[in-house]
């Protein structure tokens, strides 16, 4: 078997390479094309070789764009570089196509000669509206989203307000009769009753209202000294770490990026929460954490009554609670809240227990500022 030439193994490229070759003058005639041109073309060589000129490849309005721009930027500097143009076809199919052009140094064609490179980018123009169409779509989708929020918000505020004006109109009645019948005796115990539950009513709208708010959440992120947003958390809960006499060591932690304002309620929700679910011994509460290249990683530790782990997923459920209301005041929000108000901002929470033993629990955000993100899976 004859070994092919390197000039056959050039004239073989040029001829089957994946993008179209053409060498035209100066005035665009077309001297010369390779194999791969005239299969787009759908013409013989017979046809454009010495009879047509480049421009007539394209539809006027490239043509004209072609005079006014591309030939005389190619005659002033040498060379063009992926001029997007639609190559017309003979039998009217468009394909697009990135366009490149070099002069060539030939003696006897002292006006100059030029190659012309031609790349099919029909696929990637594919892929380009199947994107623009897809994001189109995700605005749409995002903005019915935002409208859906705000229209669950606005009802949640005015559910929340009808709500609670009866109740407080109920207790206040409730009041009011209270004070003609005897402590201690079955009535009083009744009127006692309706209280206790008008205000487990009105704690759990206002859960419901924090939890409906939170879709509203503002991606807006600032820089944010986690060991003060727990420290003003401890303070907004001052009241109820008095009356439990709980004690609260918070440690030096890192500088994260989110919303202030939510990651303080997400401390305040596990602050109350190490504190409803204390031992019989006072609450103490360890906050620490650490980072790494990826995360900022927080505890919460406690030395409460703990849970079994076969809870740990369930805790961080919506309305979800391990004991009923008469043993421990509660809604089952607070720590989906948490989880809300974590996954938000990138991140994730979990927590480790052993019943008698106290509980952690940890939350991740992603350490922004070195450019990395959480995976949640």
Not at 49 to 61: A, D, H, I, P, S
Not at 131 to 141: A, P, T, W
Request: net charge neutral; hydrophobic share 35%.
């Amino acid at each position: 078997m004859t070994k092919p030439t390197n000039s056959a193994l050039l004239e073989d490229f040029f001829e089957f390479a994946p993008c179209g070759f053409a060498t035209i003058d100066a005035g665009g005639l077309v001297h010369r094309v390779n194999h791969t041109l005239l299969g787009w073309l759908n013409q013989s060589r017979e046809q454009v070789e010495g009879k047509q000129n480049f421009r007539n490849w394209f539809e006027v309005g490239n043509r004209i764009f072609l005079d006014t721009h591309f030939f005389p930027l190619l005659k002033m500097q040498g060379e063009l570089k992926e001029v997007s143009l639609a190559l017309k076809t003979i039998d009217g199919r468009k394909i697009p196509v990135l366009v490149g052009a070099n002069k060539l140094n030939h003696p006897q064609k002292p006006l100059g000669e030029y190659r012309v490179t031609l790349l099919d980018i029909s696929q990637r123009k594919s892929f380009e509206q199947e994107l623009i169409k897809y994001r189109k779509s995700l605005e749409q989708n995002n903005q019915k989203l935002k409208q859906i929020n705000e229209g669950l918000e606005a009802f949640t505020r005015a559910a929340s307000h009808d709500l609670n004006a009866p109740l407080n109109t109920i207790a206040g009645l409730v009041g009011l009769l209270g004070q003609n019948i005897p402590t201690g005796s079955k009535h009083s115990y009744f009127l006692e009753l309706i209280h206790r539950n008008i205000h487990r009513m009105k704690i759990t709208l206002k859960d419901l209202l924090d939890y409906a708010k939170q879709d509203g959440y503002s991606s807006t992120l600032e820089n944010i000294p986690l060991q003060e947003v727990a420290r003003e958390a401890m303070e907004l809960i001052r009241e109820e770490i008095e009356r439990s006499k709980a004690s609260i060591n918070i440690a030096e932690l890192p500088m994260a990026r989110g919303n202030r304002i939510q990651l303080t309620r997400v401390f305040q929700n596990l602050f109350s929460n190490a504190i409803k679910y204390r031992s019989e011994d006072s609450p103490v509460i360890h906050v620490y954490g650490e980072s790494s290249d990826n995360t900022h990683t927080i505890h919460v530790r406690d030395n409460g009554i703990g849970f079994d782990m076969s809870y740990a997923d369930k805790i961080f459920g919506f309305l979800e609670r391990l004991h009923s209301h008469d043993d421990i005041e509660g809604t089952g929000i607070g720590l989906a809240l948490c989880k809300k108000i974590v996954e938000q901002h990138g991140g994730k929470i979990y927590a480790y227990s052993q019943v008698g033993k106290g509980s952690t629990f940890t939350f991740q955000l992603p350490n922004i500022s070195r450019g990395h993100k959480l995976d949640n899976n």
